[in-house]
């Protein structure tokens, strides 16, 4: 069994920056991410990084955000740069171990004009 402790969020004017991380603790621990939830819209990847090193991000971010891992640790971070009003949601964290995916509890990330 994962368990996931998120941290950051919060309120950014557009241009801002914010840092989320995620802490896990498990065994067997492939893969971290973000996935979130922007109003009246689908759950969408953000960014994933798999074996320490594979980064996927989605479209609009790339550029922008940038997830690292410590993997000694078992904790992630996605820094989010030049944030924009279309970032608005619910950051969800997740990882991946052989047992399954397993998701953190959600940030809020709201990006005003």
């Known amino acids: 069994q994962v368990q996931l402790e998120e941290s950051g969020g919060g309120l950014v004017q557009e241009g801002g920056s914010l840092r989320l991380s995620c802490e896990a603790s498990?065994?067997?621990?492939?893969?971290m991410g973000w996935h979130r939830r922007a109003p009246g819209k689908q759950r969408e990847m953000v960014a994933e990084?798999?074996?320490?090193?594979?980064?996927n991000y989605l479209d609009s971010v790339k550029g922008r955000f940038t997830i690292s891992r410590d993997v000694p640790a078992n904790t992630a971070h996605l820094q989010m740069n030049d944030l924009e009003p279309d970032d608005t949601g619910i950051y969800y964290c997740?990882?991946?171990?052989?047992?399954?995916?397993?998701w953190g509890q959600g940030v809020r990330v709201a990006v005003s004009w």
């Open positions: 990084i798999i074996d320490g090193d594979i980064r």
């Open positions: 997740y990882a991946r171990s052989p047992d399954g995916p397993f």
């Open positions: 498990g065994f067997g621990i492939y893969a």
